[in-house]
């Protein structure tokens, strides 16, 4: 049995879960092209997005506080040509208290990393650090989910900490064995926290269990003018907030807010 957040088994699944989730990366892409360089992705996990942006030419540091998430970018990083290679630094670190000594022109944080944030101490650190490390008029861009559709939309249900199968079911690469998902989420709506426990039961041929991995997590759900107020609170001018990765508004059925930051110059 083994506890783990982002530990050595979401580390090894991680690719495999998103592999269809790319919808983000030409967005993400675009404007790291467009800023200038280096690139900073805080949260930047196995280089989901890291590494098609250095694939693009740029020049990109990715920081996270997972070992094991970083370990697995490292790898996919030392795959590729040395010229891609040598476009990407990784560093281990907490966004909450990183200190690089460098200025960006662009900050990214990928894919609801922000919601690991929990408290309103913790959002400010961040940011706090996210501004220090930005060039006057570099720009912090960061997508998290929309709490009103999707995930967090069980919050009001009494029957969201049932412990459940998700449908979703994928080969541990290591040792080929199928591996199931079952998850129950509880909800703070004081504090506006998601505790969730997920269970990956590893099975065998004759669907006997052969091990089961757990993960414990908390996340922070944000309503759109509660980050805005944050960011314009740190100073930040907000240039844009959308409801999609093609710049298109936010509208009732959105599924994420993609905020889009300004350090003023
Ligand atoms: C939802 S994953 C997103 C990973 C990646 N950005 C992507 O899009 O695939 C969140 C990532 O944030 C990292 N993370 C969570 N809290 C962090 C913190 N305080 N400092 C740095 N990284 C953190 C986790 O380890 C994890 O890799």
């Given at each position: 049995?083994c506890?783990?957040d982002?530990?050595?088994?979401?580390a090894?699944?991680?690719?495999?879960?998103?592999?269809?989730?790319?919808?983000?990366?030409p967005?993400?892409v675009?404007l790291?092209k467009?800023?200038?360089?280096?690139?900073?992705?805080?949260?930047?996990?196995?280089?989901?997005?890291?590494?098609?942006?250095?694939?693009?030419?740029?020049?990109?540091?990715?920081c996270?506080?997972?070992?094991?998430?970083?370990?697995?970018?490292q790898?996919?990083?030392?795959?590729?040509s040395p010229?891609?290679?040598?476009?990407?630094?990784?560093?281990?670190?907490?966004m909450?208290?990183i200190?690089l000594?460098?200025?960006?022109?662009?900050?990214?944080?990928?894919?609801?990393?922000?919601?690991?944030?929990?408290t309103?101490?913790e959002?400010?650190?961040?940011?706090?650090?996210?501004?220090?490390?930005?060039?006057?008029?570099?720009?912090?861009?960061?997508?998290?989910?929309?709490?009103?559709?999707?995930?967090?939309?069980?919050?009001h249900s009494?029957?969201a900490s049932?412990?459940?199968?998700?449908?979703?079911?994928?080969?541990?690469?290591?040792?080929?064995?199928?591996v199931?998902?079952?998850?129950?989420?509880?909800?703070?709506?004081a504090?506006?926290?998601?505790?969730?426990i997920?269970?990956?039961?590893e099975?065998?041929?004759?669907?006997?269990?052969?091990?089961?991995?757990?993960?414990?997590?908390?996340?922070?759900?944000?309503?759109?003018?509660e980050v805005?107020?944050?960011?314009?609170?740190?100073?930040f001018?907000l240039?844009?907030?959308?409801?999609?990765?093609?710049?298109?508004?936010?509208?009732?059925?959105?599924t994420?807010?993609v905020?889009?930051?300004?350090?003023?110059?």
């Amino acid at each position: 049995m083994c506890h783990s957040d982002y530990g050595i088994e979401m580390a090894t699944f991680w690719d495999l879960l998103y592999k269809d989730r790319t919808i983000d990366i030409p967005f993400y892409v675009e404007l790291a092209k467009e800023s200038s360089p280096p690139v900073l992705e805080l949260g930047c996990g196995t280089g989901r997005v890291l590494i098609p942006i250095a694939k693009e030419g740029v020049n990109i540091i990715g920081c996270d506080n997972s070992p094991n998430m970083l370990c697995v970018a490292q790898d996919k990083a030392d795959a590729l040509s040395p010229s891609i290679r040598e476009k990407i630094r990784l560093i281990e670190s907490d966004m909450r208290n990183i200190n690089l000594g460098e200025r960006f022109g662009l900050i990214v944080m990928a894919f609801n990393s922000f919601s690991y944030l929990l408290t309103l101490v913790e959002q400010k650190n961040a940011l706090e650090k996210v501004f220090d490390h930005l060039q006057k008029g570099g720009r912090f861009v960061f997508d998290i989910l929309n709490p009103e559709q999707g995930r967090y939309t069980d919050r009001h249900s009494g029957t969201a900490s049932f412990l459940k199968l998700s449908g979703r079911e994928w080969k541990n690469p290591n040792t080929g064995n199928r591996v199931v998902e079952w998850f129950s989420r509880s909800y703070n709506l004081a504090d506006q926290v998601m505790h969730e426990i997920q269970i990956w039961e590893e099975a065998a041929i004759d669907n006997t269990s052969l091990k089961r991995y757990y993960r414990d997590r908390r996340q922070r759900y944000f309503f759109r003018y509660e980050v805005e107020h944050l960011l314009e609170n740190i100073g930040f001018a907000l240039e844009a907030v959308y409801g999609d990765f093609s710049c298109g508004p936010v509208t009732p059925t959105s599924t994420q807010f993609v905020f889009v930051a300004r350090k003023r110059s």
